[in-house]
C-alpha cells in the first residue's frame, strides 16, 4: 500500500524522505508542495529531480480521499461534500462562504458513537476514526475546489473530535503550521459534546485552538436525555473541566446551544441556561435545529428571539447562528442525514 503523505507533520516528511533514500531537505520541499503550494500531484512538484517525482508516484499518494457528491444548492452558498474513503466509509464536509470567511466545517470520524438523540450523524453509530491525514485532505480537496484560501476551520462534522483526540491534534497541528496551510490557530474550533477528562488534557496540553462544547440543556436530566453521554460525563464535572480550562488557557469558552423545539426553549431553561453562562467568562451561540431527526423540530423565528431576549443581559457574547448549511442538511452534528444509506 502507497504511504499516504497528506497529514505527515514536517519531521514526519523529513524521516519520510530519509526512509526513501533522500536527503531531509527533500522532505521538507515535499512538505511545502503539499500545505503551502497545495500540489495535487507528485508532477507538479517541479523543484524535485524527475527520478524522485518517479520514486514518489511508486511508492506515495498525496491524500485518498475520494469525492462521491458535491451539492452547491444552499442559496447561502454553502456547499457539501461527500467523499469515500479508501475503505468505503463516507464522510461529509461543509464549505460555508460567508465574507470576508470562508469557514470549512469538517469531519473528525466516520459516524459516530455518542449517539446525540437529535443527531443523524449518530445514526450510523461509529465506523472507524480518522487518521490526520483524512482530516487534512479535506481541507486541501476543498480549498483546490474553490480555488481559495479558507479562513477559519471548524471540527463540528460527523464524529466527537475528543474520541479521536491525537490524529485531531496532529491535524490541527498541520492546518495552523505557518510553514504550510498557515490558518490561524484562533480561527480553528474544536467542538467537544463535553468529554471532561479530554477537555482537562487539552487545557493541560495548552493549544491555542478555541474550544466549543455542545451544552443543549441547563439540567442534567434532561441532558442525559438528550444527549445520553451526559451521564458519564454529568454536567457537574462538565462544568468544572471547562471553568478549569477557561482558567488554564486563559481562553474563553464557546457553549452551543442547539434550540430544538417544545424541548429545550422555554423561558425556565433560558434562565437556568444564563446562570450557568453568567458563572464562567464564556461565549453563547444559539443553533436553530436543523431539522434532520423526526423526533426534533426546530423553533418558529419568533421562538428563537424570544429565547435570545430572555438570555439578556448577558455579560458573554451572544450570537444565533441560523445554520449556513440548513438548505443542504449542514449544522453541528447533522451532517449524513440524507446520505446514510450510501455510508457502510
Ligand atoms: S452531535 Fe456530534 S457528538 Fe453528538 S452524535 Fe452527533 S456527531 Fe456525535
Known amino acids: 500500500m502507497k504511504e499516504n503523505l497528506v497529514g505527515l507533520t514536517l519531521a514526519q516528511c523529513a524521516h519520510y524522505a530519509e526512509g526513501i533514500g533522500e536527503k531531509k531537505y527533500r522532505g521538507r520541499q515535499i512538505y511545502k508542495w503539499i500545505y503551502e503550494k497545495h500540489a495535487a500531484a507528485f508532477a ?33 452558498g454553502s456547499v457539501k461534500y461527500l467523499f469515500r474513503l479508501h475503505d468505503g466509509y463516507h464522510i461529509e464536509s461543509v464549505f460555508i462562504p460567508d465574507s470576508p470567511r470562508r469557514t470549512l466545517c469538517i469531519s473528525s470520524q466516520a459516524g459516530c458513537a455518542v449517539n446525540c438523540r437529535f443527531c443523524a450523524t449518530a445514526r ?34 460527523m464524529g466527537e473530535p ?17 510553514n504550510g496551510l498557515a490558518i490561524g490557530a484562533r480561527r480553528m474550533v474544536i467542538s467537544t459534546c463535553g468529554l471532561s477528562d479530554q477537555i482537562r488534557r487539552y487545557a493541560d496540553e495548552g493549544h491555542k485552538f478555541r474550544l466549543a462544547v455542545s451544552l443543549n440543556s441547563p439540567f442534567q436530566e434532561e441532558r442525559e436525555r438528550i444527549m445520553p453521554i451526559a451521564r458519564k460525563w454529568p454536567l457537574d464535572s462538565l462544568l468544572d473541566a471547562i471553568h478549569y480550562y477557561a482558567i488554564k488557557s486563559r481562553k474563553i469558552p464557546t457553549f452551543e446551544y442547539v434550540l430544538l423545539a417544545g424541548i ?43 429565547f435570545a431576549q430572555w438570555l439578556l443581559p448577558l455579560n458573554a457574547g451572544l450570537s444565533v447562528r441560523w445554520s449556513k448549511g440548513y438548505e443542504v442538511n449542514a449544522a453541528c452534528g447533522q451532517l449524513a442525514g440524507k446520505q446514510s444509506e450510501w455510508i457502510r
Open 44 to 76: 507538479e512538484m517541479t523543484d524535485l529531480p524527475a527520478a524522485l517525482r518517479e520514486k514518489l508516484e511508486q511508492t506515495a499518494e498525496l491524500g485518498n480521499l475520494t469525492l462521491v457528491e458535491k451539492d452547491e444548492r444552499s442559496p447561502s
Open 124 to 157: 450510523l453509530g461509529l465506523k472507524r476514526n480518522l487518521t490526520a491525514g483524512e482530516i487534512v485532505d479535506q481541507v486541501l480537496r476543498i480549498m483546490r475546489d474553490v480555488n481559495d484560501q479558507i479562513t477559519n476551520i471548524v471540527f463540528m462534522g
Open 162 to 178: 475528543f474520541l479521536n483526540y491525537d490524529p485531531v491534534i496532529q491535524a490541527a497541528n498541520i492546518l495552523s503550521d505557518d
Open 264 to 306: 429545550n426553549d422555554t423561558r425556565i431553561h433560558a434562565e437556568a441556561l444564563k446562570k450557568l453562562v453568567k458563572s464562567m467568562p464564556s461565549k453563547l451561540n444559539l443553533i436553530p435545529y436543523n431539522p434532520t431527526v423526526a423526533q426534533f423540530s426546530r423553533p418558529t423565528e419568533e421562538r428563537v428571539n424570544e
